[in-house]
T-cell receptor
Framework: EAGVTQFPSHSVIEKGQTVTLRCDPI?????LYWYRRVMGKEIKFLLH????????ESGMPNNRFLAERTGGTYSTLKVQPAELEDSGVYFC?????????????FGQGTRLTVV | AQKVTQAQTEISVVEKEDVTLDCVYE???????LFWYKQPPSGELVFLIR??????QNEISGRYSWNFQKSTSSFNFTITASQVVDSAVYFC?????????FGKGTRLHILP
């Protein structure tokens, strides 16, 4: 069974450009999460999808970030326009069930560098 | 407020030594879950253990052991007889509902 996969693994873009990150969850997992880690800081929650609906997007930093999950399968996270402080590692996770007592499976992350 | 503190930013030990990674958490919830994840050089976060707030039994899995103490709000992780392959960043985390709250991580170097 394939795990959570993220594309690309690395992305280097210039300030002001647009970048789209993709996450393919484990097949059948309705719950999909985005997290990010900026340099030297904690991994922080961005948002949570249940199927195609946004369950909680309280961690999204600002309106330059747009997450979608059309059809309830893969998800994209678009940053437009990118700023220097957006650099970091973006993780995606999925789980079969929601709630605290559920193991979330993480992808390998996308390292985004904005120059 | 909920918070996870990993005071050790980076640790280096010689192979075969034992090493303990500290984790202190803060929460007002009575029901919560604690986790440890490993991030090897390949980048993915690998789940190691989940412990709920009502189960204070320590757990051992091979060379890994975990010491959960509610009285001190700590959930420490010990690797016995460390190996070079244990080199990674280790994250302690607290989960309430659907959000995982991570510590900053401890980078562990196992020297041959």
């Amino acid at each position: 069974e394939a795990g959570v996969t993220q594309f690309p693994s690395h992305s280097v873009i210039e300030k002001g450009q647009t970048v789209t990150l993709r996450c393919d969850p484990i097949s059948g997992h309705d719950n999909l999460y985005w997290y990010r880690r900026v340099m030297g800081k904690e991994i922080k929650f961005l948002l949570h999808f249940v199927k195609e609906s946004k369950q909680d997007e309280s961690g999204m930093p600002n309106n330059r970030f747009l997450a979608e999950r059309t059809g309830g399968t893969y998800s994209t996270l678009k940053v437009q326009p990118a700023e220097l402080e957006d650099s970091g590692v973006y993780f995606c996770a999925s789980s079969l069930w929601g709630g605290a007592n559920t193991e979330a499976f993480f992808g390998q992350g996308t390292r985004l560098t904005v120059v | 407020a909920q918070k996870v503190t990993q005071a050790q930013t980076e640790i280096s030990v010689v192979e075969k030594e034992d090493v303990t990674l500290d984790c202190v958490y803060e929460t007002r919830d009575t029901t919560y879950y604690l986790f440890w994840y490993k991030q090897p050089p390949s980048g993915e976060l690998v789940f190691l253990i989940r412990r709920n707030s009502f189960d204070e039994q320590n757990e051992i899995s091979g060379r890994y052991s975990w010491n959960f103490q509610k009285s001190t709000s700590s959930f420490n992780f010990t690797i016995t007889a460390s190996q070079v392959v244990d080199s990674a960043v280790y994250f302690c985390a607290l989960r309430r509902d659907d959000k995982i709250i991570f510590g900053k991580g401890t980078r562990l170097h196992i020297l041959p």
